[in-house]
């Protein structure tokens, strides 16, 4: 494309003010689960999250803190930013496969109206009962007290025993610094400008059709907003990431905050989020028409040291995993099977692994080593779309075409997100 032909879609504004930066709201609240198909173009990573052995983990930690604690009410748990709902109804199984699911309600919430009608409409958790076992809300996380049921009822969020946030502090807003070339103790703010061949502005945006330019100006907190404010003294001078940057991720932090104090005495909060390889050298990736920043969970991890709470934090090779505890003495109850679970093995790594290594096999005459995989895969991931579909492959390479036909009919009635059909 020729440079001359190219408009100026938007002048030059902070990350966090950016088109990069605001567009995926407008994706997520006009696409709901769509975002997450891959017949969509590259779609919002959703796999590992989602999984049934991520759920798995969890509810194995969940299910030794009602050993450990005994609670006699029913625990909610908050999937904040649910999305397509996936992972809600894996938790929901594995509460089922671990006999706790009359001791939890799950609270799927998001600020996408569609995702969550597209939830109800695909009937999605048909294994379950509404306002039993699980609850759909509409809730933006910056204002957790306008949180609504689907049918508009206000909803008190309090009392939660477990908030879950799956790729969520990527979304929120952030800031990206650098220290000042002349004072260790001053900043720089990343902005850019966009370009685009775009005609009216009425005319809807595609991220991977923009080009960015960016410069580096002199960030005076005292012009920025309140919430950039409120956590500016978290920011330690000098201390940057491997591309010599600071992620403020301000948005994170406040979102944090909120949540803890509608979390229960013994509450935690559990986040995965994508871990910032030394490969990357950018601080965010384009999924869809959307983006995901890394994220500064130290700054994080600071400010519930910060506030006297607990933390731990561990990363594998697809994953970053965080619990932070209301109350100290959860975290050490709870260490053992943390350490199990999300230091010492990783389900999630282990599931993604054997989802590449069954999607290369190519020969009929492999047969052993696909039922090798494939029993290996079911005994971690019994109920997805996907192991269904692995099933209907090994099937169809035995020559079993009636066996391989249901399993792949099984997998049909589960593809919410139609990729396989
Ligand atoms: C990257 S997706 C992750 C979805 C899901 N947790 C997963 O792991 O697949 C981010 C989700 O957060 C929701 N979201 C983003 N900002 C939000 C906000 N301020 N309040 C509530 N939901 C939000 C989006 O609608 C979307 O469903």
Redesign the pocket.
């Known amino acids: 494309m020729q440079e001359d032909s190219l408009n100026v879609v938007q002048d030059w504004l902070d990350y966090d003010q950016s088109l990069i930066s605001t567009i ?2 407008k994706y ?2 006009n696409n709901g689960i769509e ?2 198909s891959n017949k969509q173009g590259t779609p ?3 796999e590992i ?2 999984s049934y052995p991520h759920a798995y983990s969890l509810v194995k930690v969940l299910k030794e803190f009602i050993n450990h604690n005994n609670p006699e009410d029913t625990l909610k748990v908050l ?6 709902g ?2 809600a109804r894996h938790f929901l199984l594995a509460a089922r496969d671990e006999n706790i699911l009359d001791r939890v309600e799950v609270l799927l ?4 109206k569609t ?1 969550l009608e597209n939830i109800k409409k695909k009937n999605m958790l048909k294994e379950f009962v509404e306002n039993k076992n699980y609850k759909l809300l509409h ?4 204002n957790l007290d306008g949180c609504t049921t689907v049918t508009g009822e206000n909803y008190k969020l309090e009392n939660l025993s477990l908030v ?5 502090y ?3 807003p952030m800031i990206v610094l650098r220290p000042s070339i002349d004072s260790e103790t001053t900043y720089e703010k990343l902005q850019f400008k966009i370009l685009g061949n775009i005609e009216s502005q009425s005319q809807s945006i595609n991220l991977n059709s923009l080009f960015i330019e960016d410069r580096w100006q002199a960030y005076n907190i005292e012009e920025q907003n309140d919430l950039q404010k409120k956590y500016y003294s978290l920011l330690e001078p000098g201390k940057t990431n491997h591309i010599g940057q600071i992620f403020y991720s301000y948005g994170s932090l406040a ?1 944090t905050e909120g949540l803890i104090s509608r979390l229960n005495e013994d509450g935690f909060i559990y986040v ?1 989020e994508m871990p910032h390889h030394s490969v990357y050298k950018t601080c965010f990736q384009v ?1 869809g028409n ?1 983006i ?1 920043h890394f994220v500064n969970l130290d700054l994080i991890s600071k400010f519930i040291h910060n506030n006297n709470l607990s933390s731990l934090v561990t990363q594998d090779a697809l994953l970053q995993h965080a619990f932070y505890f209301r109350n100290p003495k959860i975290l050490k109850s709870l260490d053992e099977i943390l350490q199990k679970v999300f230091v010492d093995s990783s389900l999630t790594d282990l599931y993604a692994d054997l989802r590449q290594c069954l999607s290369v096999i190519i020969s009929p005459h492999s047969k052993e080593l696909n039922k090798f995989l494939l029993d290996k895969l079911l005994s971690i991931d019994p109920y997805s779309c996907f192991s269904y579909m692995a099933r209907a492959n090994y099937h169809q390479r035995c020559k079993e075409s009636q066996l391989a036909e249901e399993m792949y009919n099984k997998a049909l009635k589960i593809d919410y997100l139609n990729d396989f059909s």
Request: no cysteine; proline share 2%.
């Open positions: 995926g709201e997520y609240k975002v997450y919002i990573p959703n999250t989602n999937d904040a930013g649910s999305g397509s996936i992972f919430a998001d600020y996408s995702a809730l933006d996380l910056f879950v946030l799956n790729y969520i990527d979304v929120l979102v995965a999924y959307s995901a």
